[in-house]
T-cell receptor, first 116, second 112 residues
Framework: AQSVTQLGSHVSVSEGALVLLRCNYS??????LFWYVQYPNQGLQLLLK??????LVKGINGFEAEFKKSETSFHLTKPSAHMSDAAEYFC??????????????FGKGTKLSVKP | EPEVTQTPSHQVTQMGQEVILRCVPI?????FYWYRQILGQKVEFLVS????????KSEIFDDQFSVERPDGSNFTLKIRSTKLEDSAMYFC??????????FGPGTRLTVL
C-alpha cells in the first residue's frame, strides 16, 4: 500500500525566510505526487504536481518541489515566506501505481505559520 | 475557470436522518471522488466513481453510504442514517487528463 509521511505537524517561519515542508512517500514505483494547500475554512487547492516528467516542479505562489527517488521524498519549498502563505499543506500520492486516475492518499498535513 | 461546486456549504442534521450532499464536477471530467476530513484530521478517501459505477471505495464507505450521478451533471453522496461520527467536511473532486484532482469547497456536515 502507498503512504505519505509529512514530518512536522506545525512549522513556523519568519516572513522572508525559507519555507521547507517535508514529505516522504512509500511506493515501489514512482507515483504521481501532489501538494495541496488549505486555507482556513476553505477547500483544497492544488499547488503543484509531479507526473514523472521533470523532477523539479514549479507550482503556484512561488512554491516548488523536488522529486528525489533515492530519498523517496517530495519536499515543498519557497525561498521567501509571505504572510499569506499561512495555511495547512498536504502532500498526497496517487494510489494507482503508475498514477493513472487513482484516488489520493493524503499525509496528515503541516500547518505553516508565518511570523511578521 | 471551471470549478467544482458543492451544496450546501453547511448541513446540520439529527442523528439517524438521511442526508444528501451534492456536487457538480467540472463538465468534461470523467472521474469523480468523495473525500472527508474530520476536524483536525487528515483528508480521507471515501469513494471514486467512473462510467456510472463505483470504481474504488475505502473501508469507511460502508452500506450507509451511496453515490449517484442522477442526471449527468450532479454527483451526490447519500448517508442513509447519520451517526455522530459522520460529522466532518466532505469534499467532492473530479479528475482531468493528468490525474489532477480539482476539489470543491466542501460541505460541512454536523450531526447532532
Amino acid at each position: 500500500a502507498q503512504s505519505v509521511t509529512q514530518l512536522g505537524s506545525h512549522v513556523s517561519v519568519s516572513e522572508g525566510a525559507l519555507v521547507l515542508l517535508r514529505c516522504n512517500y512509500s511506493s515501489s514505483v514512482p507515483p504521481y505526487l501532489f501538494w495541496y494547500v488549505q486555507y482556513p475554512n476553505q477547500g483544497l487547492q492544488l499547488l503543484l504536481k509531479y507526473t514523472s516528467a521533470a523532477t523539479l516542479v514549479k507550482g503556484i505562489n512561488g512554491f516548488e518541489a523536488e522529486f528525489k527517488k533515492s530519498e523517496t521524498s517530495f519536499h515543498l519549498t519557497k525561498p521567501s515566506a509571505h504572510m499569506s502563505d499561512a495555511a495547512e499543506y498536504f502532500c498526497a500520492v496517487s494510489s494507482r501505481l503508475g498514477g493513472s486516475q487513482g484516488n489520493l492518499i493524503f499525509g496528515k498535513g503541516t500547518k505553516l505559520s508565518v511570523k511578521p | 475557470e471551471p470549478e467544482v461546486t458543492q451544496t450546501p456549504s453547511h448541513q446540520v442534521t439529527q442523528m439517524g436522518q438521511e442526508v444528501i450532499l451534492r456536487c457538480v464536477p467540472i463538465s468534461n471530467h470523467l472521474y469523480f471522488y468523495w473525500y472527508r476530513q474530520i476536524l483536525g484530521q487528515k483528508v480521507e478517501f471515501l469513494v471514486s466513481f467512473y462510467n456510472n459505477e463505483i470504481s474504488e471505495k475505502s473501508e469507511i464507505f460502508d452500506d450507509q453510504f451511496s453515490v449517484e450521478r442522477p442526471d449527468g451533471s450532479n454527483f451526490t453522496l447519500k448517508i442513509r442514517s447519520t451517526k455522530l461520527e459522520d460529522s466532518a467536511m466532505y469534499f467532492c473532486a473530479s479528475t482531468g487528463v493528468h490525474n489532477e484532482q480539482f476539489f470543491g469547497p466542501g460541505t460541512r456536515l454536523t450531526v447532532l
